[in-house]
């Protein structure tokens, strides 16, 4: 059997109003081409679906049951057909980010709350990376889009800052400057650092900035995480630069002090990163708009 969605919906409009003539009329179609449409279904079915009269058409044992499955089917269909548009328009899915610890720890619990309240059927599969790991998986194609710092410099990509993200220096509670309120970099190129591995984004750049004022900065050790970075600054081991929603979140569990640098260059800023806007799929372009960003114009 070959029934398309609108011979169903023929065979139902035909026997919820009794006769070819109204069903017609309710499918939108005329009576010479309902009248083959239901005689090609009951050919197809090999069996009497309609019992025909003057005065109408009731269904046979078999109509009946075609008139059943034909209702589930067309429901099934309008469903369906809702959930896609839900999808389209970014109301239900799982949406993939990939965020900086900055930001997963300052920017997005904020801002992800309001916008997931109004979508109950939409998720977020959020995920942690450094911003040069999302940089190059969104430049190889493997994601959408994520939240990086403006400290790495992507080719070909589309970068959009959308919060303030300022590097702090944080010390131990004993150090020297542990009272300060402000320190300029050049004024503590000389102390032991705590550094971010090899191929950190943050730690190349903080050490460019270093060489412009022709200093090599002392790294003790080398840590994976911002985590990792203050353990060792609250025993004491050296000072680290670190993002200062980081520092907010990290002080009140390792016991440290948190310094502002007033150099220009540790006023970063997190930012959006994506290919090209009408790339996106419409969720991930509700929700970037959400956070600040959208398209671009010349």
């Known amino acids: 059997m070959r029934f398309d969605l609108a ?40 069996v009497v679906l309609l019992e025909r009269s003057r005065s109408g058409v009731v269904t ?30 970014g109301a239900r899915g799982t949406l993939l980010l990939y965020a900086n610890t900055a930001a997963l720890m300052g920017l997005l619990p904020q801002k992800l709350a309001p916008w997931l309240a109004q979508r109950p059927r939409l ?8 911003s040069a790991e999302i940089v190059k998986m969104i430049g190889a194609g493997l994601a959408e889009a994520g939240v990086v710092s403006d400290a ?42 705590i550094g971010l591995e090899a191929g950190s984004a943050l730690q190349d750049h903080i050490n460019q900035h270093a060489a412009d004022l022709h200093k090599r900065l002392k790294l003790r050790i080398r840590m994976k995480t911002f985590e990792g970075s203050c353990q060792m600054v609250s025993h004491g081991v050296g000072v680290a630069i ?6 907010k979140r990290l002080r009140r569990r390792y016991p440290f002090r948190t310094i502002t640098l007033s ?36």
């Open 7 to 46: 011979d169903l919906r023929l065979f139902v409009c035909v026997v919820d109003a009794g006769s070819i003539t109204a069903g017609a009329r309710q499918a939108n179609l005329a009576l010479a081409s309902a009248s083959e449409r239901i005689s090609n279904i009951e050919s197809d079915a090999g």
């Open 152 to 193: 790495v410099k992507p080719t070909g990509l589309t970068i959009q800052p959308v919060a303030s993200d300022p590097l702090v220096l944080i010390v131990p509670v004993a150090h020297r400057l542990a009272e300060a309120k402000a320190v300029c970099f050049a004024d503590v190129t000389d102390e032991r650092f």
């Open 263 to 298: 150099d220009n260059w540790a006023r970063r800023h997190l930012s959006l990163c994506f290919q090209q806007w009408n790339t996106l799929s419409a969720p991930m372009q509700s929700l970037l708009t959400h956070l600040g960003g959208g398209p671009q114009t010349v």
């Open 242 to 247: 670190i993002p200062l929603a980081v520092a």
């Open 60 to 89: 046979t044992e078999a109509g009946e049951a075609l008139a059943h499955h034909a209702r589930l089917i067309l429901r099934q269909h309008s469903l369906l057909q809702g959930e896609l548009r839900d999808f389209g328009a």
């Open 123 to 130: 998720s977020i599969d959020l995920r942690e990376r450094t």
